[in-house]
Each structure stands twice: as structure tokens, then as C-alpha cells.
């Protein structure tokens, strides 16, 4: 009986953290009906068809996994985007079992936020050894307000291996055990999987705190260990395994970026936030529509929007100020253990390398390192930087909770009760879109498809346009592929050259000057207006 109450005063806190992040943020945005999909008919449809792309290639109804039958007739096309490998196969499941293709996607949403929720919780709450904090820290991680700027970029859902690479690398700087070391690289290399952009800007926070193991925490028993052969074996393994994994995703990659090049730095400094942007939100939000202005002058100013929420950017200055004045406060005084004191090290030095004043950054050293030049949005590491948020929440709540051990509870509800509102977006005000219009708009051109044998080329140029271009290409790419057709329409992050005439126009001359570029002169070419 004792056992089974302390199991559900355990569980129970998880539930309810988990719970109500999923009715007020992922159950806002897509619906309790499933009726809305996260972001526009552009990226988040693209994401969509990724996803299908890899089931297709699972079950074999594709042959090839990076040459997808869209911008065809364009080789390695995959390579020009994220592909969402790594958690395709949770998208698969639902496929399996009969769900449509956005329904699918929903599915895969709600998926990924549990994971990014439960990841969380399980790394807080060994750090701090108590499961109230490790709720509430979690529950910023997973849902913070800094993510409603994410909605289009459903590449960037996937999150839960940043936690268990930061879990796995702190195992490995307690005990210098190689199983650690193996471990921590793996969750990079799966995080690579899950999401290249994630994979690049995790490699930043898992260096640092592999630095601070070489030349400071624990310097002497490192070179002790050093010098054990057996050991430097198992470490230079683990590193040539988790290296030759990440190569079966990274080199259709490097062979890509030897095509386009590299996004010079001072194409993408204005994407690098700035302190402004954790002060600006999108419109909407309970509290905070005042700070929905902060930002509008920024280029692309949408993704600007990572305000994580007040209590976060309170707790975490609490944290800074905490550093400098721990000698002074009793309350302070031990509060900082090894873990926690270099879990913020390493995220000011995150923090420090990937913000800018005017047109100067650390992050130009940064952008320098081999993969960093292909990155075009920076705003993108709040995604990463919201774990150092998670880990300042459950701080703060653990040093009052321990302080008032016998109001716990009562701090806990209360504390949970205010992130709720601190990053409650309106229902509605959240970027999503219509299920029902994708579905009709990809049936219409079904349609028009229906009688082309399987296999064969399309090329959709309709005549009258009445949305952005991309919107008319993703409807092809879907109803092609629905169809197991071959779409000269696409889109993704970047295009090939000269396709940006076909991208913009849909018409014969700009169709003829791609075909040109390829030197291909198809036998059979299926015109739909």
C-alpha cells in the first residue's frame, strides 16, 4: 500500500504537468476534432510529405530514399531540407494502422510533444532528485511560449534527445565511463536523425561541457584514465562508431553543399536573435500581446518571437544573479551542485555564442565549423536554449520547495498554475491551418490525376494563381505522390539551379529552362492546368 501511494505521488505529478500541456498548447493548436495541422500549407505540408516519403521507402513503394519523386528530374532532392528520418517511424505507426496521411502527421505532433515532455522530466529529475521541479522545468521544455514561433517549422518538433544527450554527457563527467561517452555522441547522432538544424546547434552545449571535462572538472582523473589503454580504445571507438552512423546521413549532405555552397555570414547575421527577441512575441498570447511588437522591424521577423515566458527569464536571472551572490545568501550557499553549476556555465556560453548586438556575434566563429555555413535561421536555438530554461525553472523550484518542505504541494500547483498562464497562447491565435482545405485542395488535383498511369511525369501549371506559388507546388507534390507519380513540382528549403523560374511561375518557358539545365527531354510529359 505505501509503495503504490508513493508511486502515484510520483506519477501523478507527471501526468498532471503533462496533461495540461496538451490541452492548453498542442490540443489549442490542432484541435480536440484534429481539425487544424501546426503552421501553413507551405513548410508544415512539406514536413508532411517527408514523413510519407519515408513510410513509402519503409514499405517499399519507393526505391530510393533520398531521390523522392519531386522536382524531378533532380537527383539527392532529400538533401535539400531536413528529412525527419529519425522519427518517420513514429509517423509509420500511424500509418500502419490506417490513419491518413494528416491525420498521420497530427499524430506525429502529439507524439513528439509527449516525448520532448517525458525526455525532459526523466533528466530533470535525476539532476535534481525530485519530481515537482522536474514537472515544471519539463513543462517548459515541451511548451513554453518560445515555441509558438516554431508552429511552421515542424522540423524542429523532434527535441527529446538534446535532454538525454546533456543526461548522458553529465554520466560521462561523473564517472569517465566510455559506455557514457558512447552514449552521449549517440543522442547527437539521433538528434542529427531527428533534425540536422537540432544536431548542428546541440553539437555546440555537448562541446562545451566535453571542454570543461578536459581542462577542468575532473582534469586529473581524466588524465589518469587517459593513460589506460583499454580506455583510449573504448573512446576513440565509440567516437569512429557514432561518426560513421551520422556519415550514412551527412554525406548526401556533403556532396550537396559542394553543389550550392555555403550561406556567407553576412547573409545570415540578421537571423541570429538578438536580447530583443526573447522579449518578443507572437500576437496572442494571454499576458504578454504587448510584446507582440517588440521585433516587427526584423527581417524575417516571425522568427524572432522566442519569448520563453516571464517566470522563465525570471527564474533564470535568479539563477545569473544566484552565481555572484551565492557566498552571501544562506539559502544559496550549497544550492549549486556540480551538475547544475556546469549545466549553466554551458548555457550562458550557448546563450553568449548565438546572439548578436547589431551586426556583431560570437556565433561568426561558430559559423566557421564545418556544417554550421549550410544553417540560414538562428533564431532556431531557442529550441535548444529552452532546456537551460527548463533546468533554471526546476532550480528555482527545487530551492523552494526544499526551503518550504512542508507547502510542496502547495507550491507546486501554485508554480505550475503560473506557467500555465505565463505561456498560454488564445485559442486560435496560434500559427495552424485547416486540415479540411489541404485535403480538398489535394483531392481537386487528384482528380485531374486520376487517369495518368502510375510512374509517369506531371508538370501542374495552373493558370489562374490566386496564393503564393509554393502553395500550388506542395498541392502537386502531394497528389502526385498520393497518385505514385513523378512531380517536376516542388518545394524545400533551397532549389536547385535555375529552378527558382519554375518555382515562381509554373509555366512551359520556365519548365523548359529547368528541363534544359538537366539536359532532359522527357518521352512522356503530363500537362495539368
Known amino acids: 500500500m505505501k509503495f503504490a501511494i508513493n508511486k502515484l505521488s510520483c506519477s501523478l505529478p507527471f501526468v498532471i504537468g503533462l496533461l495540461l500541456g496538451l490541452y492548453f498548447v498542442v490540443f489549442n493548436v490542432i484541435g480536440?476534432?484534429?481539425?487544424?495541422?501546426?503552421?501553413?500549407?507551405?513548410?508544415?505540408?512539406?514536413?508532411?510529405?517527408?514523413?510519407?516519403?519515408?513510410?513509402?521507402?519503409?514499405?517499399?513503394?519507393?526505391?530510393?530514399?533520398?531521390?523522392?519523386?519531386?522536382?524531378?528530374?533532380?537527383?539527392?532532392?532529400?538533401?535539400?531540407?531536413?528529412?525527419?528520418?529519425?522519427?518517420?517511424?513514429?509517423?509509420?505507426?500511424?500509418?500502419?494502422?490506417?490513419?491518413?496521411?494528416?491525420?498521420?502527421?497530427q499524430f506525429w505532433v502529439l507524439a513528439i510533444f509527449m516525448l520532448n515532455y517525458a525526455c525532459c522530466y526523466f533528466f530533470l529529475k535525476w539532476s535534481f532528485k525530485s519530481v515537482y521541479p522536474a514537472v515544471l522545468g519539463a513543462f517548459i521544455f515541451a511548451f513554453s511560449?518560445?515555441?509558438q514561433s516554431q508552429m511552421t517549422h515542424a522540423q524542429m518538433f523532434p527535441r527529446f534527445f538534446i535532454p538525454l544527450a546533456l543526461w548522458m554527457c553529465l554520466l560521462f563527467m561523473k564517472e569517465l565511463k566510455p559506455i557514457y561517452f558512447f552514449a552521449t555522441l549517440f543522442m547527437v547522432v539521433l538528434q542529427f536523425y531527428a533534425g540536422i538544424y537540432l544536431g548542428f546547434m546541440l553539437v555546440?552545449?555537448?562541446?562545451?561541457?566535453?571542454?570543461?571535462?578536459?581542462?577542468?572538472?575532473?582534469?586529473?582523473?581524466?588524465?589518469?584514465?587517459?593513460?589506460?589503454a583499454k580506455w583510449v580504445i573504448l573512446i576513440i571507438g565509440s567516437f569512429i562508431i557514432n561518426i560513421s552512423i551520422a556519415a550514412v546521413l551527412m554525406v548526401p549532405y556533403y556532396y550537396h553543399s559542394k553543389e550550392t555552397g555555403i550561406n556567407y555570414y553576412e547573409s545570415i547575421v540578421d537571423s541570429i536573435p538578438t536580447v530583443r527577441s526573447f522579449f518578443y512575441?507572437?500576437?496572442?498570447?494571454?499576458?504578454?500581446?504587448?510584446?507582440s511588437k517588440t521585433g516587427e522591424d526584423y527581417p524575417a521577423f516571425w522568427d524572432h518571437q522566442i519569448f520563453p515566458g516571464l517566470i522563465s527569464i525570471i527564474c533564470a536571472i535568479t539563477v545569473v544573479l544566484g552565481v555572484f551572490f551565492r557566498k552571501k545568501l544562506?539559502?544559496?550557499?550549497?544550492?549549486?551542485?556540480?551538475?547544475?553549476?556546469?549545466?549553466?556555465?554551458?548555457?550562458?556560453?550557448?546563450?553568449?555564442?548565438?546572439?548578436?548586438?547589431?551586426?556583431?556575434?560570437?556565433?561568426?566563429?561558430?559559423?566557421?565549423?564545418?556544417?554550421?555555413?549550410?544553417?540560414?535561421?538562428?533564431?532556431?536555438?531557442?529550441?535548444?536554449?529552452?532546456?537551460?530554461?527548463?533546468?533554471a525553472v526546476s532550480f528555482v523550484a527545487h530551492l523552494m520547495i526544499k526551503r518550504y518542505a512542508n507547502f510542496s504541494i502547495a507550491i507546486f500547483l501554485i508554480f505550475m498554475s503560473l506557467l500555465v498562464a505565463d505561456n498560454y497562447m488564445n485559442e486560435g491565435a496560434s500559427y495552424r491551418t485547416k486540415k479540411s482545405i489541404s485535403l480538398q485542395r489535394v483531392s481537386a488535383l487528384k482528380e485531374k490525376m486520376k487517369s495518368i498511369p502510375q510512374g509517369s511525369i506531371v508538370s501542374y501549371e495552373p493558370i489562374n494563381k490566386t496564393m503564393p506559388a509554393y502553395v500550388?507546388?506542395?498541392?502537386?507534390?502531394?497528389?502526385?505522390?498520393?497518385?505514385?507519380?513523378?512531380?517536376?513540382?516542388?518545394?524545400?528549403?533551397?532549389?536547385?539551379?535555375n529552378y527558382h523560374f519554375y518555382w515562381d511561375e509554373m509555366n512551359e518557358s520556365s519548365r523548359l529552362i529547368w528541363f534544359d539545365t538537366k539536359a532532359f527531354d522527357p518521352d512522356t510529359l503530363y500537362v495539368i492546368n
Open 32 to 105: 480536440f476534432d484534429f481539425a487544424y495541422f501546426p503552421g501553413d500549407l507551405g513548410d508544415a505540408r512539406f514536413n508532411n510529405y517527408i514523413l510519407e516519403h519515408s513510410f513509402r521507402y519503409f514499405t517499399g513503394q519507393e526505391a530510393s530514399f533520398w531521390n523522392a519523386p519531386f522536382m524531378h528530374p533532380e537527383n539527392n532532392i532529400v538533401s535539400y531540407s531536413d528529412n525527419l528520418v529519425g522519427t518517420a517511424p513514429i509517423y509509420s505507426i500511424f500509418r500502419f494502422i490506417g490513419y491518413d496521411t494528416v491525420t498521420s502527421f
Open 145 to 147: 511560449l518560445a515555441l
Open 204 to 228: 555546440i552545449p555537448i562541446g562545451c561541457m566535453l571542454l570543461v571535462i578536459l581542462f577542468g572538472y575532473k582534469r586529473k582523473l581524466f588524465y589518469t584514465q587517459i593513460k589506460k
Open 281 to 291: 512575441t507572437t500576437p496572442g498570447s494571454l499576458f504578454w500581446d504587448g510584446l
Open 330 to 391: 544562506s539559502v544559496l550557499r550549497n544550492a549549486f551542485s556540480d551538475n547544475t553549476a556546469i549545466l549553466f556555465i554551458v548555457g550562458a556560453v550557448t546563450f553568449l555564442l548565438f546572439v548578436r548586438y547589431q551586426g556583431y556575434s560570437l556565433y561568426w566563429f561558430v559559423h566557421h565549423l564545418p556544417g554550421f555555413g549550410s544553417m540560414r535561421s538562428l533564431t532556431r536555438i531557442i529550441n535548444v536554449e529552452l532546456i537551460f530554461f527548463a533546468v
Open 472 to 497: 500550388y507546388q506542395l498541392d502537386a507534390m502531394l497528389a502526385t505522390q498520393d497518385l505514385g507519380l513523378k512531380s517536376v513540382n516542388g518545394y524545400s528549403a533551397t532549389a536547385p539551379f
